[in-house]
């Protein structure tokens, strides 16, 4: 079986975080979980192009540019998601442990439940 070229490698790397790209705009776990795994195979797929080889300039240079946009749109999903859930757990904060006299959010106490049958 003959070995892929690294320019090979780079491409399933691009498919990978465009795959990756249309999980993280689906705001549920399941699609965070599978857009990580989408990221952790184009990792495997550019280790697999660094030790395979010199790659043709032209190819490889062209694809990773479209990598590494690729990677900075994924890196603003996941940055922007991040500070929208952070913003919550702050209101959270707020409407239920009140503020600090410094004005910030109190730390809320854990969630806890309770039962009762009558």
């Known amino acids: 079986m003959p070995h892929k070229q690294p320019e090979?490698?780079?491409t399933q790397a691009v498919s990978a975080v465009g795959e990756a790209l249309r999980l993280l705009a689906r705001p549920d776990e399941d699609a965070l979980a599978r857009s990580n795994e989408a990221l952790?195979?184009?990792?495997?797929?550019l280790g697999l192009?660094?030790?395979?080889?010199?790659?043709?300039?032209?190819?490889?240079?062209?694809?990773?540019?479209?990598l590494r946009r690729s990677l900075?749109?994924?890196?603003?999903?996941?940055?922007h998601g991040e500070?929208?859930?952070?913003?919550?757990?702050?209101?959270?904060?707020?409407?239920?442990a009140g503020y600090t006299p410094a004005g910030?959010?109190?730390v809320a106490p854990p969630g806890g439940r309770l039962?009762?049958?009558g």
């Open 83 to 96: 500070a929208f859930w952070e913003g919550w757990a702050r209101l959270r904060s707020a409407l239920t």
């Open 104 to 106: 910030a959010p109190a």
């Open 72 to 79: 900075t749109t994924a890196r603003a999903l996941v940055e």
């Open 115 to 117: 039962s009762v049958e």
């Open 40 to 45: 952790n195979g184009a990792r495997a797929c």
């Open 49 to 66: 192009a660094a030790g395979s080889g010199p790659a043709s300039r032209a190819g490889a240079l062209d694809q990773l540019y479209r």
């Open 8 to 10: 090979e490698h780079i």
